[in-house]
């Protein structure tokens, strides 16, 4: 994690001022709110994708407003492949523990929705399976990651005065917006679960996802990735 403000402790540009942190993350977060909410009576399936994808558009023009682009949150190409394939397996280890603890939690609150149908469709659909697929390697883990752990943990950070308290709040931030975001077809029980699973992506992503957010994005895509094939095989996942 980030080591104190001012110099290195910040991978935004140096022009970067707390308010300008702050409002570029409101701007991000009320796309991904107000594009959904927008969608969501015409479609549960495609509104979620359309607000990620809004807010990339609208992220990106932010950042080079100021003189960074995603490369700068950890977007780059993996400089060693055996490196990035551990990191991505100790991240899914991470995932897995985070996640069924929460488990644990929200089985004594809620119950467990599973994902309300949404997904019912894909059940020995070839093209809505191929089709999904699409939206999970877009939309549900390069998207996800770039715009939960790598903008709005730095931006929250930032403006938050950086530094390694800072970047814990901004992770308990990120987490919850994340579990949140999950909660309209998964209810409070997969909410918690998601955060749990939001926690676990960004801890890793203060560790190293700041330099290469690669593996991360590769876990979330393959966990998405089985849990869409067991669907499709008509698999309980």
């Given at each position: 994690m980030s080591q104190g403000h001012g110099g290195a402790s910040s991978i935004?540009?140096?022009?970067?001022?707390?308010?300008?942190?702050?409002?570029?993350?409101?701007?991000?977060?009320?796309?991904?709110?107000?594009?959904?909410?927008?969608?969501?009576?015409?479609?549960?399936?495609?509104?979620?994708?359309?607000?990620?994808?809004?807010a990339m558009v609208v992220g990106t023009i932010l950042l080079r407003r100021r003189g960074s682009g995603w490369s700068d949150l950890g977007l780059r190409w993996p400089e060693s492949w055996p490196k990035t394939l551990g990191l991505t397996l100790l991240t899914m280890a991470f995932f897995l523990v985070c996640t069924q603890l929460m488990v644990v939690v929200a089985d004594f609150f809620f119950e467990d929705i599973g994902t309300s149908d949404r997904f019912s469709h894909i059940e020995g659909n070839l093209p809505a399976y191929l089709l999904i697929m699409v939206l999970v390697w877009t939309h549900g883990?390069?998207?996800?990651?770039?715009?939960?752990?790598?903008?709005?943990?730095?931006?929250?950070?930032?403006?938050?005065?950086?530094?390694?308290?800072?970047?814990?709040?901004?992770?308990?931030?990120?987490?919850?917006?994340?579990?949140?975001?999950?909660a309209y077809y998964q209810g409070w029980h997969g909410a918690l679960v998601t955060g749990a699973a939001g926690f676990a992506f960004g801890v890793f992503y203060l560790w190293f996802g700041r330099r290469n957010i690669m593996p991360l994005i590769f876990a979330h895509g393959a966990f998405n990735t089985l849990g869409q094939t067991f669907r499709y095989l008509g698999i309980e996942d």
């Open positions: 935004l540009p140096a022009n970067y001022t707390r308010l300008t942190a702050l409002r570029d993350l409101i701007m991000v977060a009320s796309v991904l709110v107000i594009v959904k909410q927008s969608l969501l009576p015409i479609s549960q399936l495609y509104a979620g994708p359309a607000s990620t994808l809004s883990s390069f998207f996800e990651e770039l715009l939960f752990r790598a903008f709005i943990i730095n931006h929250a950070s930032e403006a938050l005065g950086g530094g390694l308290r800072s970047d814990i709040v901004a992770l308990i931030i990120s987490s919850a917006c994340f579990g949140y975001r999950h």
